[in-house]
């Protein structure tokens, strides 16, 4: 399908409590001149940033575990979520953003940072892009105890590459970044 030709009717805010509802009704044109009227709702939580810190000597990773109300309201018994490091971004650039919450949440300041690639996660109606990254880690590089500021209350958990797999093919880790994430040290054979 080719492109087409986007003209915004009304844009309406709906609730900017803390991110940004909205409501936008658009037309869209075809090639053929054909047009179709659109009135989609649209979340704007901001981009993020999102870290794999792995040890290729250890074969093992660090994640997060922290209580997340969204999935507890949508069948996630005890609300809690196993997780990639992760950050909203605010006034920083990604991997700095990324650099951050490694010693926010898991306590570890990293080295070399690569950048993976930039995914929108929930394309449907969020807004949400966000930067993946991977570093390595190690105990020299500790910092902090981790855990998080304000009233986040992250649990760090260092598990072995292979658990972590098991754990994506048993349920146990269920979040989208997460499993790309480790799927994809996988895919580049980091732990081979
Ligand atoms: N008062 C208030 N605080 C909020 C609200 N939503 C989030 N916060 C606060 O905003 C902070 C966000 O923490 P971050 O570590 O920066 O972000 P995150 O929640 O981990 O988000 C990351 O992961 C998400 C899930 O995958 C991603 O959606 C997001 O882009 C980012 O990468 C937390 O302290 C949280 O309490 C809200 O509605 N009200
Ligand atoms: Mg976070």
Known sequence: MSSLKIDVIKDKILS?????????????TRGSGEVVRHKREVYDRGNGATILLYNRERRSVVLTRQFRVATWVNGNADGMLIE????LLDADAPEACARKEAIEETGFEVGEVTKLFELYMSPGGVT????????????????????????????????PFEKA???VRSGEIRDGKTVILLQHLQLLGMMD
């Not at 909205?22 to 869209?28: A, E, H, M, V």
């Not at 949400?128 to 958990?157: C, K, P, Q, W």
Request: net charge negative; aromatic share 12%.
């Open 84 to 87: 990639s490091c992760a950050g």
């Open 16 to 28: 900017e409590n803390y991110f940004v509802l909205r409501n936008i009704t658009y037309d869209l």
């Open 128 to 159: 949400e892009l966000i930067h993946f990254f991977m570093a390595e880690y190690s105990e020299a590089t500790r910092v902090n105890a981790g855990g998080g500021v304000d009233d986040e209350d992250i649990d760090v958990l260092e598990l």
């Open 165 to 167: 797999l098991a754990m």
